[in-house]
């Protein structure tokens, strides 16, 4: 009896678990997902498109009803094979990637649409003759748009000078001096100006410049006054918005070592937000660079080289495109094709800005280990 009793015992012990623990089944074991192979993906899609290419072709082809179909279907067909193999969750990740990256290439049509028109129309005239002869004397073919050029950077070049100074210090102002109701004042009067179509800039320059000088005044200086008047929000928004990132620890820190506010804000604030700064004033001048009314309100046109600014006209090459488009002389294809190169050279001047931007950026970036 002894012997059945401590046998009974042993085979209870707390670390036998053979009579607590119960069998475990198939039935108990969780199910693991599959995974669709890498292919699966595009083989989707390679299928997709051929059904619904299959099916247009008998009805009526269209190449937009066949991309947003084969989209469509794409999307539907991803998500019920990932539900059956992956599940619920991983079929939903892969619905929403499709649909982002369909908004994504929706986006890029319009962006590659007017590259490649206006590269492809525009090269014609993209020779030497072009930035080296003026339009002084031409009536059809020839001639170029160097007076333009010259126009258009000193023009920009005055404005950023003028708009750059003062819509940085206004920044400064708002975000670390600023307090009450003219700080108040400021940022309405900032966000009002935002919104002033570039015609009104253009009349206001032009109005101006006629109380002083006479009516009928046209001048490059009044362009710039009128595109400072487009790039001060711009500046003033950009920058108000990097240095209010700008922690709050390192002016701390500086005023802990007893470095003054003005100081701080030199040597601390604005060199951690220079890149952002750059970004915005670069995005600032690529807004203005392309102006057309207001350049054609306060500064007009003209087909001579005229380097300076605070007499009489100046070519810019917005205005100059504008006229070789809407009044072009016989034959009208050189007018246009000048037009459409002046549009090139706009686009190459606005993508050289941004690598200067990144440039300014990378030098003047905090400095990390």
Known sequence: MSTGTERNDLDTLPGDRSLDTPATTTSDVPRVQGTLPRWAPWGILVGSAVVVGAVLAATGFSVGLWVFLSAVLYAVATYVTSRVVEGG?????????????????????????????????????????FFTNSMRGVVGEGGGAYHAVIGTLIITGLAAVMSIPIGVLTAVYLVEYGKGRLARAITFFVDVMTGIPSIVAGLFAYAL?????????????AGAVALTVLMIPIVVRSTEEMLKIVPNELREAAFALGVPKWRTILKVVIPTTAGGIATGITLAIARVIGETAPLLVAVGITTGVNLNPFDDRMATLPVFSYYSYVAPGIPREPFLDRAWTAALVLMIIVMLLNVVARIISRAFAPKTR
Not at 121 to 126: D, I
Not at 209 to 221: E, N, S, T, W
């Open 89 to 129: 969750r991983k079929a939903a990740d892969r619905l929403v990637t499709v649909i982002v990256s369909a908004a994504f290439l929706v986006a890029m049509i319009p962006l590659v649409s007017v590259i490649h028109t206006v590269v492809s129309n525009g090269v014609a005239r993209f020779d030497a003759t």
């Open 209 to 221: 410049f006629a109380l002083i000088l006479g009516p009928g005044v046209r001048m490059g200086f």
